[in-house]
């Protein structure tokens, strides 16, 4: 299991002219089953993604093709996690990598 942090960065003001790459690069990755929840953080600070199912080299080459990532909008900075502790209703999580 991953958390993807997008902070924003330099080009932040450059947001509008990325967001709809951006938007579609998110949605293949919902289609591709790699991640299960994206959304803003609550500072407004940027964004962040929870994702699954794909080796670390595989996630960070995907997320080196957001254009927001390719565009200066934001930094990503990825943190792999290994629950040991889960609720029972996260259960479908564990098979997930």
Do not use: C, N
């Amino acid at each position: 299991m991953y958390f993807i942090l997008l902070t924003f960065a330099e080009q932040k003001g450059r947001l509008a002219e990325f967001l709809d790459g951006h938007k579609a690069w998110l949605q293949q990755g919902f289609e591709d089953g790699v991640f299960l929840a994206a959304g803003s953080m609550t500072d407004g600070e940027g964004g962040a993604i929870l994702a699954v199912g794909e080796s670390e080299e595989a996630l960070f080459a995907r997320v080196a093709q957001d254009p927001f990532v390719t565009g200066g909008v934001v930094e990503p900075e990825i943190i792999g996690v290994a629950p040991t502790m889960m609720d029972p209703r996260l259960d479908f999580l564990r098979g997930g990598e």
